[in-house]
C-alpha cells in the first residue's frame, strides 16, 4: 500500500485548504464552530475543519508532518488489520479529527464566536501511533527520543490549554494523540493478541513493541538513525 492513501489525504486537505484561502465564505462554512454545531445542526463540521487551515505555514506543517509518518503508520496499519487497512486508515484519520475536538464542543457550543481550524488533532494522532512502533527514535524538534517527546507534548498541550494564552488547538493536540495512541494498541490487543502460552516462540507485534521499549534509547539519531 505504501504511502497511497496518505498522498490522497495529502492532496485533498492541500486542495480544500488553499481554496479555503481564496474563499473566505467556504472558510466559515467549513470552520469548527461548536455554536453552528449545537443550533443549526451543522454537524458536518466536526470533519471539514480538518481540511482547512489558517495560512500557509499551519498548511505546511500539518502536511509534513503527515507526508513524515503516514507512510509509515499505513504499513503498519496492513501488518495489524490486513486486507481492510486501507478502510480503517480513512476511518482512524477522520475518526482524529472527530474525536480532537469532542472536548471544546463542549466547552465551547454557547459561543458562537469561537472558531478552529486544521489537521492538528489527526496529524497528532499519526505521531503517536508511530511512537508506539518505535518509542526511541529520535526527532529533529525538539531533539529528543520519541517517548520523552510524547510525554513533554501531552503536557505542554494540557498546560496551554489550561492557560488560553494564544489561538492555537492545544486540546485537539491532546487529545488527537490519545486518540492515536488508544486506537492503535486496542488494535493490536484485538487482531494481533499475544499467545496464549506464554512459551510460545511465536514473535508478536505486542512482543516486538515492548522489546523496542525495553532496549532503551540509542545514540542521538533522526528517526530512528
Known amino acids: 500500500m505504501g504511502f497511497q492513501l496518505t498522498y490522497v489525504l495529502l492532496a485533498i486537505t492541500i486542495g480544500i485548504s488553499l481554496l479555503a484561502f481564496q474563499n473566505y465564505e467556504l472558510k466559515s462554512k467549513l470552520l469548527f464552530n461548536p455554536y453552528s454545531v449545537k443550533h443549526k445542526g451543522e454537524w ?10 489558517g495560512d500557509q505555514n499551519h498548511l505546511f506543517i500539518n502536511m509534513f508532518v503527515l507526508w513524515q509518518f503516514g507512510g509509515f503508520i499505513e504499513s503498519k496499519f496492513a501488518e495489524i488489520f490486513g486486507a481492510a487497512s486501507g478502510g480503517i486508515y480513512i476511518l482512524f484519520y477522520i475518526a482524529a479529527i472527530i474525536v480532537s475536538c469532542i ?5 465551547s457550543n454557547n459561543n458562537p464566536g469561537y472558531n478552529s481550524l486544521g489537521a492538528s488533532g489527526a496529524t497528532s494522532a499519526i505521531v503517536f501511533a508511530f511512537i508506539i512502533f518505535d518509542p526511541w527514535s529520535w526527532f529533529i524538534f525538539p531533539p529528543l527520543p520519541a517517548i520523552i517527546l510524547a510525554f ?7 498546560y496551554m490549554d489550561k492557560r488560553k494564552s494564544d489561538n492555537i488547538g492545544h486540546n485537539a493536540h491532546f487529545w488527537g494523540a490519545i486518540f492515536g495512541f488508544v486506537f492503535v494498541m486496542a488494535g493490536i ?15 508478536t507485534m505486542l512482543g516486538e513493541i515492548l522489546e523496542k521499549l525495553l532496549a532503551g534509547p540509542s545514540k542521538p539519531g533522526i528517526f530512528g538513525g
Not at 103 to 107: A, E, V
Open 44 to 53: 458536518y463540521r466536526f470533519v471539514s475543519h480538518g481540511f482547512i487551515h
Open 103 to 107: 472536548s471544546t464542543y463542549f466547552k
Open 152 to 158: 513533554a507534548y501531552l503536557f505542554y498541550s494540557s
Open 189 to 203: 490487543l484485538i487482531f494481533n493478541p499475544p499467545p496464549s502460552s506464554p512459551y510460545t516462540e511465536a514473535t
